[in-house]
Each structure stands twice: as C-alpha cells, then as structure tokens.
C-alpha cells in the first residue's frame, strides 16, 4: 500500500485557491513569508492562477505588495527587535549560519542581494531581517524588494497562465513523487550542512 501525503496536500490547496477569500489568504501568507513564515507564496499562488488564469496578474500584483510589506516588517525586526524577535527566529530556523552568509553577501553586493533574494527561491526573511540588522537604507531596500518580488511572483503566474491545464495534469500525477523528492533533497541538504 503507498503512502499518499503531498497529494491529498495539493488538493486542499486547490480547494483553497478556488475560496472567495483566496486574494486575503494570499495576502496573508505573503506578507508573513517575508518576515517570519516558511511557507513560499508559490504553495499558494500558482494553484490561484491555475483555477483562475484571467485574474493572473492580480494575484501576482497582490503577492508583490503584501510580500513587499512584509519585507519592511522583517527589515524593522531586524532594526529594531533582533535581540528578541530575531534571534529567536533564527534559532527556530536554525539559520544562525545562513545569516552570518548574507550579512558577508552585504558587504559584497549591497541591496542588490535584496533583489537577488527576492526573485529567487532563497529564504527573503533572512534577507529582510539582516537589512534591517545592518541598516540598510530603506528606499534602496524598497525599490529593491519590489523588483525582486514582482520578477518572481509574476514570472511564476506566467508560466502558470502559459501551461495552463497540461501544468495543472502533471503536477497532479506527479505531486506525490515531486513532494518526496524535495523532502529527500531537504534532509540531504541538513545532513551535509552539519557534516560541514
């Protein structure tokens, strides 16, 4: 009998993606990814565009602003909370050494690693949060964090909105395995860090 976990996960999500209140909770889980929640926005986003591809670009439009937000929440964290909400964060993390790397990745590249955190799938917060740390100026940081947000959130609406129903099919089929493999690839990534 196989264990079926990250299939009846995906459903949920679509089940989710289709409420009325789908734009609130993507609000949401934006703005909390951005300064303290796990979850990428993507987990949401990309089944919204499935179930609703004419709205693409608003969706997009609203994980930027919210996630933008909650940039400037975790870049006041760091400022002005990181003896107490940081460091806690960090310990729930476990990210003490990823930060240590982005404040030396500040000091080489400047806020342009807030536009390079943004778009990619690296942890923001971090990024957020050693902004604020290192005093970064805000403006940059805004500017910033809204090119880097917008070039990832409306990239993925539109591979989205391109693949359309042969995206939602295969990731229906291959959900189960895909949710496998990234959890294998995450406790392997664990693994060799502390080996390091």
């Given amino acids: 009998m196989r264990i079926r976990i990250f299939e009846p996960i995906y459903r949920q999500v679509m089940v989710w993606s289709r409420h009325r209140l789908a734009p609130v909770y993507l609000g949401l889980i934006s703005f909390a990814e951005s300064s303290f929640f796990p979850v990428p926005v993507d987990v949401m986003l990309a089944p919204m565009v499935l179930a609703k591809r004419s709205a693409a670009w608003r969706f997009a439009f609203i994980a930027t602003i919210t ?85 990832r959130f409306f990239l993925v609406s539109a591979i989205i909105c391109w693949g359309g129903p042969a995206i939602e099919d295969s990731l229906e089929k291959w959900v189960e395995r895909i949710g496998w493999a990234t959890l294998l690839l995450i406790v392997c990534g664990l693994g060799i860090s502390k080996m390091a």
Avoid at 84 to 89: A, E, L, P, V
Avoid at 104 to 115: C, K, R, T
Avoid at 138 to 147: D, E, K, R, T, Y
């Fill in 67 to 151: 996630s933008v937000l909650g940039g400037i929440a975790g870049y006041f964290i760091g400022m002005y909370l990181f003896d107490s909400m940081g460091q806690w964060m960090l310990d729930a993390y476990h990210a003490h050494e990823r930060f240590e790397q982005v404040q030396a990745l500040f000091s080489e590249y400047g806020v342009w690693i807030v536009f390079i955190a943004g778009f990619t799938p690296i942890p923001y917060k971090v990024f957020t949060i050693a902004s604020g740390v290192i005093g970064v100026a805000l403006i940059p940081f805004v500017i910033a964090s809204l090119f880097g947000r917008a070039g």
